[in-house]
């Protein structure tokens, strides 16, 4: 749930501004501590499902305290980025000039996204 704020007069700003910093900071540590928990998880992770592999048996449930673990293999597309975008068209035209301007075409066509956010710096 949000909490409504206002910054109507330049104590609010200064209280809101405190906030924001205080916000902040506990989104850091807690983003640093993910990141560390994450850095554990992966190796393991990966060990898991190298023996489930090897072992064969992906199909496996396995109970935990609060639930299971179940190995699951995901499939998906790479993301199309401009490079791949530009190797499609060369190949499906065939024809650098054609598949150049296309190219450029499609490109321009994006529209511009605007989003205002504070940035924070460090001393």
Known sequence: MEKAYSCNTQQQFVQCVQNYVQCDSQILFHSTKQKELREQKEPLQREICNYMEKNN????????????????????KEPITLTKLKECCDAFFNNPQMSDQFFEFVKNQRNDKTSITLQRSFD
């Open 57 to 76: 048996i992906e199909d496996t449930l396995i109970k935990i305290t609060d639930g299971s673990l179940k190995y699951k293999k995901n499939v998906s």
